[in-house]
């Protein structure tokens, strides 16, 4: 079955590390998302990719850092900059314009709690 | 891009039809209008997605009037798994297709 895998589900960091969140997508979508959730809030958009080795930051793109060398791959790291990364991690991919109806695909997502 | 405004929550019985309304005021010709479902500790699902009149899919139906300011979610027959977060976005359908998440409407099926 055709989906995205996010690893791992649970995620503990110590204070100063750095951590890198996988995400891979087998639908052959060109776009991918990376989005974090806090408690009780909307999704807010950390970067996006919408194709091969391009990627955008997205609207708290600081204290993160992705690559986007394989379609199918878009990993996080979530560096030692980011002031409060503990969260609920999600990412996403979609269509692009033209093909067939339009909707993100999320993952289940990674917990990732600061210790 | 259009921001969309929406109930925080609602609630509801079993059996009953659902109806949650977004607004979008200032939606753009190439705007689409799409609803997700999102689940604790889950990756937010896609419901159903429509331009303008009315779309219907196995899940739900969604509403649009002639001015596309607003768009409605129907649920028929909720059930206590409906309990969930219910999200109305709009997306430009152009090259950039981003999505702005607000809250959402929390809805709570009730036995």
């Known amino acids: ?115 | 891009l259009a921001k969309t405004t929406q109930p925080i929550s609602m609630d509801s019985y079993e059996g009953q039809e659902v109806n949650i309304t977004c607004s979008h005021n200032n939606i753009a010709t190439n705007d689409y209008i799409t609803w997700y479902q999102q689940f604790p500790s889950q990756g937010p699902r896609f419901i159903i997605q429509g331009y303008k009149t009315k779309v219907t899919n196995e899940v739900a139906s969604l509403f649009i009037p002639a001015d596309r300011k607003s768009s409605t979610l129907s649920l028929p027959r909720v059930s206590l798994s409906d309990t969930a977060v219910y999200y109305c976005l709009v997306y430009n359908a152009g090259n950039n297709r981003k999505l702005i998440w607000g809250l959402g409407t929390s809805l709570a099926v009730n036995p």
């Open chain 1, 1 to 115: 079955d055709g989906g995205i895998t996010q690893s791992p589900k649970y995620l503990f960091r110590k204070e100063g590390q750095n951590v890198t969140l996988s995400c891979e997508q087998n639908l052959n979508h060109d776009a991918m998302y990376w989005y974090r959730q806090d408690p009780g809030q909307g999704l807010r958009l950390i970067y996006y990719s919408q194709i091969v080795n391009d990627f955008q930051k997205g609207d708290i793109a600081e204290g993160y850092s992705v690559s986007r060398e394989k379609k199918e791959s878009f990993p996080l790291t979530v560096t030692s900059a980011q002031k409060n990364p503990t969260a609920f991690y999600l990412c996403a991919s979609s269509t692009t314009p033209g093909q067939g109806n339009y909707g993100y695909t999320f993952g289940s997502g990674t917990r990732l709690t600061v210790v």
